[in-house]
C-alpha cells in the first residue's frame, strides 16, 4: 500500500510515495537545498529534524526570519544578563541617553532600554501562546468537520462562520474592556479563543482534499477508528501548513496584543511595548522631544512581526514549488543525480547544433 508524502503550501502536490515494503522512505517536497521528508516512511525524529533545518538554512528569507526570532527569544529569557537596570527603578525624568542609561530615561523616570529589553518576554509568550493555541483547536476543529461530515460539519462550521463574520480587532477590544486590566494569561486565552477561525476555514479545505485518499480508506478498511485516522493520518501529512498557521497566528498575537495595550486594554503594571507607547502617548513623548520612547518599542513590534512573516513567507516557498525562486530550483536540478547526462545545465550538443543552423525569420 502506498503511504502518502508530505502536503506543502497553497495547494502543492503531495510528495513521492513509496511501496510500503521498500526501505526507501517517502519523499516530500523539493527544496532549493534538500527535501522535506514527509511524514512516517520510517525517517527518525532526529533527521527530519536535520532536514527542516537544512531547508531554512537554503532559503534566505527563512534565514533572515529565524535570526530575528532567535534574537527576540535569547532576550526574553535573559533579560537580566542584557539590561542592568530594573525597569521598574525610579530616576532623573527626561534624561537623554547616555552610557548608564543608553536610551535615557522616561517621563516617568524608567530607564527605557531596561524597559524595551524586560518588555520583550511578554510579547514572546503571547505570540507563541496564541500562535500554539489557536493552530490546535483550529486543527480540531477544521480536521475534525472535514473527516466526519454530516451533522458534525454543519455545526463546527455555523461555529467557525458566526465568528468569521464578526469583526475581530472591535471584538477584542470589547472582551479586554470586560476584562479591565488584563495580563499575559489573560490576553492569550481570549485572542486564542477568537483568533482560530480562519485558520480553522484553511485546515478544513486541506482535509477534505484528503478524505477520499486511498491510504484513508485502507486504514477504514483495517477498521481504524475516526480519532486515529484524523490524528495519526491526515494530521502528520498537513505539517507544512500547520506551521504557516502557527506562523500566521503568532503575527497577528503581536499585532492584535500591541494594538490593544496601546488604546489602554492591557495591564499598564506589565512591562511590554504595547504598554511603553501606552504611557508614551500619555506622557506626549512626540511634543517633549521624548521620540525615543515610541520609536524603539515600536521597532520591536515592527521587526518581531517581520521574523514571523519572513518565516511564513519562507515556508510557502519551501511548501510550494510554484513559489520557489528559479534560482534555487535550477540550483536543486544542477544537484539531482543524473542531472549532467539530462543535460539540466544546458541544451543537449544536438540541440545546440541544430539552434545553431537555424536562423531566425527576418
Keep these: 500500500m502506498a503511504m502518502p508524502g508530505?502536503?506543502?503550501?497553497?495547494?502543492?502536490?503531495?510528495?513521492?510515495?513509496?511501496?510500503a515494503g521498500s526501505q526507501a522512505a517517502p519523499l516530500g517536497p523539493a527544496i532549493g537545498g534538500g527535501i522535506l521528508p514527509a511524514q512516517g516512511g520510517g525517517i527518525t525524529g532526529a533527521r527530519a529534524l536535520r532536514r527542516m533545518v537544512r531547508a531554512i538554512t537554503s532559503n534566505r528569507k527563512a534565514m533572515a526570519g529565524a535570526i530575528l526570532l532567535l534574537?527576540?527569544?535569547?532576550?526574553?529569557?535573559?533579560?537580566?544578563?542584557?539590561?542592568?537596570?530594573?525597569?521598574?527603578?525610579?530616576?532623573?525624568?527626561?534624561?537623554g541617553p547616555s552610557g548608564q542609561h543608553l536610551l535615557g530615561?522616561?517621563?516617568l523616570g524608567q530607564d527605557m532600554f531596561a524597559q524595551v529589553i524586560y518588555g520583550t518576554r511578554p510579547v514572546i509568550e503571547i505570540a507563541f501562546g496564541v500562535g500554539l493555541g489557536a493552530t490546535i483547536i483550529a486543527m480540531i476543529i477544521g480536521v475534525a468537520a472535514a473527516y466526519l461530515g454530516g451533522a458534525w460539519d454543519s455545526v463546527l462550521n455555523l461555529?467557525?462562520?458566526?465568528?468569521?463574520v464578526i469583526p475581530l480587532f472591535p471584538l477584542l477590544i470589547v472582551l479586554a474592556r470586560y476584562l479591565n486590566?488584563?495580563?499575559?494569561?489573560?490576553?492569550?486565552?481570549?485572542?486564542?479563543?477568537?483568533?482560530w477561525s480562519y485558520t480553522a476555514r484553511q485546515l478544513r479545505s486541506q482535509a477534505l482534499s484528503l478524505r477520499n485518499r486511498d491510504f484513508l480508506e485502507a486504514a477504514r478498511v483495517r477498521g481504524e477508528r475516526p480519532l486515529y485516522i484524523i490524528v495519526v493520518e491526515?494530521?502528520?501529512?498537513?505539517?507544512?501548513?500547520?506551521?504557516?498557521?502557527?506562523?500566521?497566528?503568532?503575527?497577528?498575537a503581536v499585532l492584535f496584543s500591541s494594538g490593544l495595550q496601546f488604546i489602554g486594554l492591557g495591564n499598564p503594571s506589565v512591562t511590554s511595548w504595547g504598554?511603553?507607547?501606552y504611557w508614551a502617548e500619555n506622557n506626549e513623548a512626540f511634543q517633549t522631544g521624548q521620540t525615543l520612547w515610541i520609536i524603539v518599542p515600536g521597532l520591536c513590534i515592527v521587526a518581531l512581526g517581520a521574523a514571523f512573516a519572513l518565516l511564513n513567507y519562507a515556508f510557502d516557498e519551501i511548501g510550494n514549488p510554484a513559489l520557489r525562486p528559479v534560482r534555487s530550483m535550477r540550483r536543486h536540478l544542477e544537484s539531482s543525480p543524473g542531472s549532467a547526462q539530462r543535460g539540466v545545465r544546458g541544451s543537449s550538443p544536438e540541440s545546440a547544433e541544430r539552434g545553431k543552423r537555424v536562423q531566425p525569420s527576418q
Excluded: W
Excluded at 461555529?159 to 468569521?164: G, K, N, R, S
Excluded at 492569550?188 to 479563543?193: G, R
Design 275 to 277: 504598554t511603553m507607547l
Design 105 to 107: 530615561t522616561t517621563a
Design 6 to 19: 508530505g502536503i506543502g503550501l497553497g495547494g502543492g502536490a503531495p510528495g513521492a510515495t513509496v511501496d
Design 234 to 252: 491526515i494530521i502528520p501529512t498537513m505539517t507544512s501548513l500547520l506551521v504557516a498557521s502557527f506562523l500566521t497566528n503568532a503575527l497577528y
Design 159 to 164: 461555529i467557525t462562520d458566526v465568528l468569521l
Design 181 to 195: 486590566g488584563a495580563g499575559t494569561l489573560v490576553m492569550i486565552v481570549v485572542i486564542t479563543a477568537t483568533g
Design 71 to 95: 534574537i527576540f527569544i535569547v532576550i526574553s529569557l535573559i533579560p537580566s544578563l542584557i539590561a542592568h537596570d530594573n525597569p521598574n527603578t525610579i530616576y532623573t525624568p527626561k534624561l
